[in-house]
């Protein structure tokens, strides 16, 4: 019979079957999750919202949190959450299963919550830490690249106690090439001189 694999979620889909894995909603990824979960899903939904501002939605497998970028989203398994969260730092504790690098400045960790009493200290915590990197993040300025022509600070410094300006030092052009002579040109130029030479004595 005719018909396709979805490239994502590999389901096999019949020839004119709807199918749109990718455009999900909240309800749909949690609605077969265990009744521990669906509560511990509620539990660091609500956590999470109470941060501030922020975007919630559903992507593909899983539900985003994220204000200008993403940070943390959730994957509901069967049998656990996992908890994915962006961090400047790395972070090494029981609860931390992996953690990979997402950028040069942030590292992605992983954590599994199977009961709504895991949603606590230091899973919220980070969480938090999670949510506030980005406003770090914007406050670092960013350093200017050094003018090509700028001079050294010791150089600055020690022209403005001397009362002068200190100028880069200037490359001195090579000599011109010496034109060569011949011979020929030599006698020719001797005779030219010679009549003149005389008629000055």
Request: charged share 25%.
């Amino acid at each position: 019979m005719a018909g396709r694999e979805c490239y994502h979620c590999k389901q096999w889909i019949e020839e004119g079957q709807a199918h749109d894995c990718w455009t999900t909603t909240e309800a749909a990824l949690t609605r077969d999750l265990p009744a521990d979960l669906q509560e511990a899903w509620t539990r660091l939904r609500e956590t999470a919202a109470a941060f501030g501002d922020q975007r919630i939605y559903a992507s593909l497998n899983s539900i985003m949190f994220s204000r200008k970028s993403c940070y943390f989203f959730v994957r509901p398994k069967p049998s656990y959450l996992e908890v994915c969260f962006f961090l400047g730092r790395t972070v090494t504790a029981p609860q931390i299963r992996r953690v990979e690098p997402a950028s040069k400045v942030k590292m992605v960790h992983f954590v599994r919550v199977r009961h709504r009493d895991e949603v606590e200290p230091p899973l919220t915590d980070w969480l938090r830490e999670a949510y506030d990197l980005q406003d770090r993040l914007q406050a670092i300025p960013v350093p200017s690249a050094p003018s090509s022509n700028a001079q050294p600070a010791a150089a600055r410094k020690g022209a403005a106690k001397a009362g002068r300006t200190v100028t880069s030092p200037l490359r001195e052009a090579p000599p011109p090439p010496r034109k060569k002579v011949s011979g020929a040109s030599a006698r020719k130029a001797g005779k030219a001189a010679g009549p003149r030479a005389s008629r000055r004595r």
